[in-house]
């Protein structure tokens, strides 16, 4: 779907495989299926859809990530490992109360 230019089709099956990976503790291919699918929906035009699947997919990045981070990264005290759950948690809270559409400032 890639190579046929369907980045609708192409983010669907990249973020099945990226979860598909996950669930067999494959976090390095993981990471590989959302960076992907992420590149790609990053091209699409802005809205709340596009934004309900980039969080997803900035979830399923996220957990693999924190499995395959340096050890620094899952310590308690790391300031990475705190930002990262963090961002977890809000991504998650957000989801939950129904929000359409955040805006973050870096």
């Known amino acids: 779907f890639e190579q046929g230019r369907d980045a609708a089709r192409s983010v ?3 973020q099945l ?3 598909r990976a996950r ?3 494959a976090f390095r291919e993981a ?3 959302y ?5 790609l929906l990053r091209r699409e035009p802005a809205g709340p859809a596009r934004d309900e699947r980039e969080l997803d997919l900035l979830m399923g990045l996220g957990a693999a990530s924190m499995a395959t981070s340096a050890p620094s990264a899952t310590n308690p005290s790391s300031t990475h490992g705190r930002r ?3 961002t977890i ?3 998650t809270t957000v989801r939950r109360a129904g929000i359409q ?3 973050c400032r870096a």
Request: charged content about 25%; glycine content about 8%; overall charge positive.
């Open 84 to 86: 990262m759950r963090s």
């Open 23 to 25: 669930s067999r503790s």
């Open 101 to 103: 559409s955040i805006r």
């Open 31 to 33: 990471r590989l299926h």
């Open 17 to 19: 495989a990226g979860d």
């Open 35 to 39: 960076d992907r699918a992420l590149g």
């Open 89 to 91: 948690v809000i991504l």
């Open 12 to 14: 669907t099956y990249l």
